[in-house]
């Protein structure tokens, strides 16, 4: 029995009011607190003009970004 919390790898995607997309990578303990932790810093409690989308995104979606980002 490990006395450490177990972290997974937790894929989060943003999307800005003007369509750009930012797809990141985060180790957590608990996915679900996580993902409502970055609803209310980029969604919920930021400045209207400021907000962002956010949503899951999965490991494929987080290497085609990342491969994306080495072409540019």
Do not use: C
Not at 2 to 9: A, C, E, K, L, Q
Not at 15 to 25: I, L, N, R
Not at 39 to 54: C, I
């Amino acid at each position: 029995m490990s006395i450490h919390p177990v972290s997974r790898d937790v894929y989060v995607r943003r999307t800005d009011q003007a369509g750009k997309t930012v797809v990141t990578q985060h180790l957590a303990w608990d996915p679900a607190a996580f993902l409502v932790s970055q609803v209310q810093q980029y969604d919920t409690k930021a400045k209207p003009e400021e907000r962002q989308s956010v949503a899951m995104a999965t490991a494929a979606e987080y290497q085609a970004y990342r491969n994306q980002q080495k072409g540019n």
